[in-house]
């Protein structure tokens, strides 16, 4: 949720670590700060708002003369340990007393936070027993100052002094602490060491030579270092200029996974275009290419990234569930018809949030099929370990080498997508679906319904998209010019049938997370009881038609739905495939798409949807890649 990054090196950290907030920002932007350890003093600078207003007051910062109440423009400047945090508001306000890094009581600590504290309100309270003055609102503060007490005491008792001390400090205040949190913190009595936490929260290390990083996300420091440790559940890590010492709460050395980063810094540049988000729509032939890379062995075999699972074990599953949150929901979704036509198992599609709070029926027989881009999603998570509780079988489909859902699944599909930096999912979606493609098919073939020749039918069909899409993006720009027509319009609806349903659900979430309007997806066959009243004169309505090679009867039904809601004044935006004069006497605007088979058809027909809402929303004026109120990673409940 929010980005956190951490220096220790040779060089001046401020601009580093700035650098990496600028590629984090996408994962919180309502507020920014830094903290900067210098010649014995801790120098900290934070701001509400975007990562612009905090440079702006760095920039006059260092203007200002040595020795007066704002020294340190200088020393904020030259310091070669550093933290930094861009905030996506949990506790108290997107406000500069409650932006982080948080000072403890003494001055001398700073700590930045991802996630919630759940006990905060009663750790809060002991410590104002004790006279910590308060000047937050946020539960990161509790943190501050329990570390700095934990410094104190352990100074006291003639521990000796460095950085073993911050980190035995660390632990002691995770064993207080309970939810999900990434802690990093530095002192400036401890110079050229910054220790970091976590639990249930996203945090990674990069290698580096003759210094080392800390992020949430490994976009901050690749444009440094490649090189990466993945670290496990529960663990503390200190890192320095020249060494990373990793252990667990208790103090037990612990390892991390060592692993290499596959793509480089101009990967999350924009490349000129005018937004992350149009880049990674341009992206999506390429990520469906590098997904479906190697996928298919000598052999004919689907081929997963890391497989826990013996085939008897995928054989004995009796029913899939698959978790998922917004858009990998909506992908899940389109999965269920995939899976079911090709495995004949049952599967059925639950949001993460609600899965464990209904007390679903699992065991051995049930496979859980895990969508996140992130890895972090907290709901995703928590849907998980109650699977795994109920001893059923996890499968994850992730977009992060080395996140926390992959880590604990029995199986891993990784998507490759590359970096997503635009809130508002694109790319993800698309190689989503692919990957719930090949697991269905992976499952079909393991238990001898589908012959690898069937399934390299079907991968055939999957590895001719990345060059419909081509041609879909080439000639996107009648969509464009819809969209600003568009721009004022009160509500926009979407309906299809089939997988198309899913797609509209897709369509109409894209619009109201990027251009604040009221958009609603519907089954089409619902649209009789009771969507309908909402169609008035003018109203837009997108339709998703399906195939009508493939399933004749559902093309059908829909182009008299179409008709319907033409005869109520609705204006119709209709997605058919190119070669379907059916539907032009009935389409204000018609958006033609690839042929491609039904099951896949999402992979076509999305795509058009998600250059709408970029373009309304750009129309509209609105930042395209940093909504209101969304981070891109939700990694609290």
């Not at 423009?73 to 409650?98: E, K, V």
């Not at 190697?294 to 054989?315: F, H, K, M, N, Y």
Request: net charge negative; glycine share 10%.
């Amino acid at each position: 949720m929010c980005g956190i990054v951490g220096y220790a090196g040779a060089r001046p950290a401020l601009g580093i670590v700035l650098d990496g907030l600028r590629r984090l920002e996408y994962r919180g932007y309502d507020s920014a700060g830094v903290a900067v350890v210098h010649d014995g003093e801790l120098l900290t600078e934070k701001k509400a708002g975007k990562l612009a207003n905090l440079e702006k007051a760095l920039s006059e910062r260092s203007t200002v003369e040595p020795g007066s109440d704002l020294d340190g423009g200088a020393g904020i400047a030259l310091g070669t340990t550093a933290i930094g945090h861009t905030r996506w508001a949990t506790h108290g306000g997107p406000t500069d007393r409650n932006a982080h890094p948080h000072r403890a009581h003494d001055g001398r600590v700073a700590v930045i936070h991802n996630g919630i504290i759940e006990n905060f309100a009663k750790l809060r309270a002991e410590l104002e027993r004790q006279g910590v003055e308060f000047v937050s609102d946020t539960d990161t503060e509790c943190a501050a100052h329990l570390l700095a007490g934990e410094l104190a005491r352990l100074r006291a008792a003639g521990e000796p002094d460095g950085p073993h001390l911050l980190a035995a400090a660390m632990r002691q205040v995770c064993q207080r602490l309970e939810g999900a949190f990434t802690l990093l913190a530095v002192d400036a009595g401890i110079p050229g060491a910054v220790v970091g936490a976590r639990r249930n929260s996203p945090l990674v290390v990069g290698r580096g030579v003759g210094e080392n990083y800390l992020a949430s996300d490994v976009s901050a420091f690749i444009e440094h270092t490649r090189d990466a440790v993945e670290l496990g559940q529960d663990q503390v890590v200190l890192i320095t200029a020249d060494d990373i010492e990793i252990t667990d709460f208790a103090g037990r050395p612990a390892s991390g996974k060592d692993f290499h980063i596959g793509w480089d810094a101009s990967a999350a540049e924009k490349g000129g275009y005018d937004y992350f988000m149009l880049k990674e729509i341009a992206e999506q032939p390429q990520a469906v290419a590098d997904t479906l890379l190697g996928r298919l062995t000598e052999s004919g075999e689907i081929a997963l990234d890391e497989v826990r699972l013996t085939d008897q074990d995928l054989r004995d599953v009796d029913k899939i569930f698959i978790v998922a949150c917004g858009t990998a929901y909506h992908s899940g979704m389109v999965a269920k018809y995939a899976i079911e036509h090709w495995t004949r198992i049952p599967c059925e599609v639950e949001l993460a949030s609600e899965f464990r709070y209904r007390d679903p029926v699992l065991d051995r027989s049930t496979l859980v099929v895990a969508i996140s881009q992130s890895g972090e999603t907290m709901d995703t998570l928590m849907a998980l370990r109650h699977a795994k509780e109920q001893k059923a079988r996890v499968l994850a489909i992730c977009n992060t080498n080395g996140a926390t859902i992959p880590r604990e699944s029995d199986a891993v599909l990784y998507t490759h997508g590359g970096p997503e930096i635009a809130v508002a999912s694109t790319k993800a979606f698309l190689t989503q679906l692919v990957a719930c493609y090949l697991i269905g098919l992976h499952l079909a073939q393991v238990r001898g319904i589908k012959y690898a020749d069937e399934v390299a039918a079907v991968v055939a069909q999957l590895q001719e998209m990345p060059e419909k899409l081509r041609r879909l993006l080439a000639g996107i720009e009648p969509v464009r010019e819809l969209a600003r027509e568009l721009r004022n319009a009160p509500q926009v609806l979407f309906i299809g049938r089939h997988v198309g349903f899913p797609v509209a659900l897709e369509g109409a979430l894209k619009l109201k997370e990027l251009a604040y309007m009221h958009a609603e997806g519907f089954a089409a066959g619902e649209l009789k009881h009771g969507p309908i009243a909402l169609i008035d004169q003018g109203t837009p309505v997108v339709c998703i038609v399906p195939s009508p090679a493939g399933r004749g009867v559902l093309h059908d039904k829909i182009v008299s739905n179409i008709q319907e809601i033409r005869a109520r004044g609705a204006r119709t935006i209709v997605i058919a495939e190119e070669g379907d004069r059916t539907v032009v006497p009935y389409a204000d605007h018609l958006i033609p798409v690839p042929r491609t088979p039904t099951l896949l058809a999402p992979l076509v027909t999305t795509v058009p949807l998600q250059v709408l809402a970029c373009e309304i929303a750009a129309a509209r004026g609105h930042d395209v890649d940093q909504p209101r109120n969304l981070a891109k990673s939700v990694t609290v409940e």
